[in-house]
């Protein structure tokens, strides 16, 4: 495969470092979605980089613009259960969910 | 270029977990959005890239500023410093370990087969060829929906 | 027209929130009864078909023009339709009287019915993005059914699994896209032969990592079983019988199963192989170490689930024709009785309002049917013949003794014992001894939610007696297609 498709999966895999760094080390909620955020943004771009060096460009879109209406679905129910939490405990601190512990 | 992109993409995502202020963040988080529609365009993907900045930098960080300003409280949540001040070693690891992989893989080409390129507009493709992920978008938004209005729902009887 | 196995449930469920505003309990009741009741009826009934035809069954869907939707119905798909379609059923029957203090019943059968589409989808499909799609339709829906009781406890832990979950997706859709880059399609059949004549090792080995970690956190697979023990507890009690008998096998063990044997080719002894066993092992030992200390019923019914499902996973990791059927016939037992088990914690929790076993005693005196069929399920699970659990343990033991893996043989013997251990805790503190006096005046539980747990029980009875007939009309098609392996979606191309 040609260097041009490696230089994105580079990319790729920093972005997808960056959002689970977030998700292990920050404690507000919110801050924590945006974390799920960038490795959507990763995964989108993983997508549609091999779709280009595929020459397949159309399915490559096809498969984005799926995943991101899935995106939405996740991130609309997530931000709904935030709300949630928010309304019961008055904060967002992700330290003081630690009722049940896995 | 596409660096230059790139870069920027991943400049834009590291400043959105990193702010403390999350308004900030979200908007960063939107910038980088814009960054990758870009990309996406430079790559002969129009659909997705207007996709992208409408949905994604649209209707996104409108349900996040939603949620922001639904849940300010006095005593914000501060993050510790501990994180941020971290963050610069383990990336830098990071991408040390990822340039040693890529060098070592370099060498090894990565063989792929072969095929012909597909033709067709867009239209023909996502409505003829896979039919089945529009019944699958359908279904997944109405998941979506169905769970938001769940979670919504009016606490008449019993919470 | 085997697009009704995903037409009718969304269908009904598009309208299902209408319908819940029209008519509080009668009319969703009825309907998500009696259209599971068809799919259930349906689902046996192609069986025949199926079964004397001996072979698979494309179906592409004419409506004027070709539409490519491609569905494919084996004997693998056929049984997990079977089994979404019996369990599905019995927790809509007991979901009758169980959600009445929960309210919405418009919107619970809605995503209770998506949830179900979801699953059937990811069943029928031959494509690697389709998979993934219908997957999470299934877990969007469950995200908003785990949260439903908007307690605390249940928003907790909906959002831990919600995290959780969006990670692993993330995982197994790099991994499709590494495998779209190497092979330029995603057709189960094209990848399998694209893999086959490239024989790159390394693309293959590192797209199987990302799927295990994807698909084995779906399956919650031990180290990735983190959100499991939060999550199943708080949810509704039908809600985590379906979760834990039916989505962790379909999302977790059928898309493993389908994309490991007969697309990247799983061989007995190979290193794929040998890795799965691992984790099924560890998975096993560490689910019923934990099972032995839990206080809370259902935690304990999840951490037990955790167990077999690693019972599951050496079964069909191991490859061999009997491996494979005998974690089949376990996958096929767990999904019935773990859902009795969660359906009966959920009539204690009805009628007593605790799940805690110290505060619980002697219940079967004031609710003898729950007792009855908690003990089937427990004596089942634990594998006491002649119920079914002991004929696919001992199924995978012998495949295991002829594999001449004696260790592995003896270590699920031995986490047999310590399942059969917990479980008479969980029956001598919940239900005999004597009668704790705060539960004096208790009622046994109503009308709907005794027959789903009296149907499910009689299964597991039938079941263990009469399995030579499960094994040849049920088993045996589903075996022949995942050991046929890479030569089975090799043949596929035929359409």
């Known amino acids: 495969m040609d260097s041009f498709w490696v230089l994105n999966i580079w990319f790729v895999a920093i972005l997808m470092f960056i959002g689970i760094y977030c998700l292990l080390t920050m404690r507000n909620l919110i801050k924590l979605f945006i974390g799920i955020e960038v490795i959507a943004k990763g995964i989108t771009l993983a997508l549609i980089a091999t779709g280009f060096a595929k020459n397949n460009i159309m399915i490559a879109q096809s498969l984005a613009i799926t995943f991101i209406v899935v995106e939405v679905s996740v991130v609309a129910t997530a931000l709904a259960i935030i709300i949630n939490i928010y309304r019961h405990t008055g904060s967002l601190d992700i330290r003081k969910l630690t009722k049940l512990k896995g | ?68 300003a639904l849940t300010r409280s006095e005593g914000d949540v501060r993050e510790s410093k501990l994180p941020m001040i971290l963050f610069p070693f383990f990336f830098v690891a990071f991408i040390s370990i990822i340039i040693n992989i890529l060098i070592v893989r370099h060498l090894i080409q990565i063989p792929t087969v072969s095929i012909p390129p597909v033709s067709g507009s867009f239209g023909e493709i996502l409505w003829r060829q896979r039919t089945f992920d529009i019944i699958g978008q359908i279904g997944v938004i109405f998941a979506g929906v169905f769970s938001v209005l769940a979670l919504f729902r009016s606490r008449g009887r019993n919470g | 027209m085997i697009f009704l196995f995903i037409a009718v449930p969304f269908i009904l469920a598009s309208i299902m929130p209408l319908i819940g505003k029209i008519s509080r309990r009668f009319l969703p009741d009825l309907l998500s009864n009696l259209a599971l009741f068809f799919l259930l009826i349906y689902a046996m009934t192609i069986a025949r078909q199926l079964v004397s035809g001996g072979g698979v069954v494309h179906q592409l869907y004419f409506f004027g023009a070709p539409l490519n939707i491609i569905l494919l119905l084996d004997g693998f798909s056929l049984f997990m339709l079977f089994i979404i379609s019996l369990v599905s059923f019995a927790v809509t029957l007991f979901s009758i009287d169980y959600m009445e203090h929960y309210g919405a019943k418009g919107i619970y059968y809605a995503l209770l019915l998506l949830m179900i589409g979801g699953m059937n989808g990811l069943v029928l499909a031959t494509d690697l993005f389709s998979i993934y799609l219908f997957l999470e339709i299934a877990a969007v829906a469950s995200y908003g059914l785990v949260a439903y009781g908007l307690g605390h406890d249940e928003l907790e832990a909906s959002f831990k699994y919600l995290m959780l979950s969006a990670v692993a997706s993330g995982f197994i859709l790099i991994s499709i896209s590494i495998i779209f880059g190497i092979v330029g399609s995603l057709n189960l059949s094209d990848v399998a032969s694209g893999l086959k004549t490239l024989n790159f090792k390394y693309a293959v080995g590192f797209c199987s990592a990302l799927f295990i970690l994807g698909f084995g956190l779906k399956a919650a697979i031990v180290p990735f079983h983190a959100w499991l023990p939060d999550a199943h507890p708080s949810a509704p009690a039908p809600i985590s019988a379906m979760l834990s008998g039916l989505l962790i096998k379909v999302s977790g063990i059928y898309a493993m199963a389908r994309v490991f044997l007969n697309v990247f080719g799983l061989q007995p002894h190979d290193y794929l192989s040998t890795v799965l066993m691992y984790l099924g092992i560890i998975s096993m030992l560490v689910g019923a170490i934990i099972a032995l200390g839990q206080n809370d019923i259902k935690r304990m019914l999840a951490y037990s689930s955790i167990s077999q499902i690693g019972y599951v996973l050496l079964g069909i990791g191991l490859g061999t024709p009997l ?173």
């Open chain 2, 1 to 68: 270029m596409h660096l230059f992109l790139l870069i920027g993409l991943v400049a834009f995502s590291i400043l959105a977990i990193l702010l403390r202020d999350l308004l900030k963040a979200a908007i960063s988080l939107a910038v980088a959005s814009i960054f990758l529609s870009v990309i996406f365009f430079r790559l002969n993907a129009p659909y997705a890239g207007v996709f992208e900045i409408s949905v994604v930098a649209g209707l996104i960080t409108v349900l996040f500023v939603a949620t922001i």
């Open chain 3, 323 to 495: 491996g494979i059927m005998g974690g089949l016939f376990h996958l096929f037992n767990h999904a019935i009785f773990k859902a009795l088990l969660f359906l009966n914690s959920g009539s204690i929790e009805n009628s007593t309002g605790t799940r805690a076993l110290d505060k619980m005693g002697g219940l079967a005196k004031r609710m003898p049917i729950t007792a009855a069929t908690s003990a089937i399920g427990s004596l089942s699970i634990a594998g006491i013949p002649p119920l079914n659990g002991f004929w696919s343990k001992l199924i995978i033991i012998i495949a295991l003794v002829e594999a001449k893996m004696f260790a592995f043989a003896f270590i699920a013997v031995l986490a047999s014992v310590i399942t059969l251990w917990y479980y008479l805790i969980l029956q001598r503190r919940a239900f005999f001894g004597k009668l704790n006096e705060t539960w004096k005046n208790i009622k046994e539980a109503p009308f709907w939610m005794s027959v789903s747990t009296i149907i499910l029980g009689l299964l597991c009875i039938i079941i263990g007696i009469a399995f030579p007939i499960i094994i040849k009309s049920w088993l045996k098609p589903a075996t022949d297609v995942l050991s046929a392996g890479i030569i089975y979606a090799l043949n596929l191309l035929g359409f």
